[in-house]
């Protein structure tokens, strides 16, 4: 799993590591589509060529193996994860809640709640493969989740709270959000955020040894 193609953050890398074996190219893929659809969004100044970017992306996932193009290798793990059996639609929920960040700003609550049932279902039901189907905690983890991370990257302080507030919202009203060894990769991503919603506030630097040795104790021992 070469990660000069895959482009992955050192965050993604980390939290990678603690993926099953047998899962590690779905997880993968997950987030390096999900960096790839980012990398859109951030490099689009005029909608109408972000969305043809996107609009490319979602040709390829509906298209057949065969006539996919070749010579781009998130397409070749693509044809692989459907070979393997996996069910491309969640996907296409992914890309659909990156879509979303071509409308224009503020948001109001129903564009912020579809993105994140799209963007934060979608890539947490491809990353546990199975049927796809989440519990409702960890539907509510991975739309908090998404709500999460588009905070952490937005500028707009007003935008950024609001997707913050609405987050802490959906995981106060929550116990917890389990998963099993499957899904360690995603339950730190959802204790990183918890440990967010408890303090009232985003951490400004994930990249910090602190945070790197939570991580690493909590991929070991699911603690």
Aim: glycine content about 8%.
């Amino acid at each position: 799993m070469s990660d000069p193609f895959l482009q992955l953050d050192p965050l993604q890398r980390l939290i990678l590591a603690y993926a099953k074996r047998t899962n590690r190219a779905r997880y993968a893929l997950a987030f390096a589509l999900d960096s790839r659809f980012a990398g859109v969004i951030r490099s689009t100044s005029e909608t109408l060529i972000g969305q043809m970017r996107l609009t490319w992306w979602r040709d390829n996932l509906t298209k057949s193996l065969d006539a996919r193009p070749t010579g781009e290798p998130l397409i070749a793990l693509i044809n692989e994860a459907e070979q393997q059996g996996s069910d491309l639609a969640s996907l296409l929920n992914l890309l659909e809640g990156w879509e979303f960040l071509l409308d224009d700003f503020p948001w109001d609550d129903r564009q912020f709640d579809q993105y994140a049932v799209k963007r934060g279902e979608g890539l947490f039901s491809f990353a546990l493969g199975g049927d796809g189907v989440l519990t409702e905690d960890q539907k509510t983890g991975a739309q908090a989740w998404a709500l999460w991370d588009f905070a952490r990257h937005c500028s707009d302080e007003n935008i950024r709270k609001k997707a913050f507030h609405k987050c802490s919202n959906l995981m106060n009203a929550t116990k917890s959000v389990a998963f099993d060894r499957s899904g360690r990769p995603l339950s730190i991503f959802c204790k990183l955020m918890q440990r967010d919603v408890k303090r009232g506030s985003l951490t400004v630097d994930l990249y910090r040894p602190g945070v790197a040795c939570k991580i690493v104790w909590h991929g070991i021992t699911g603690c």
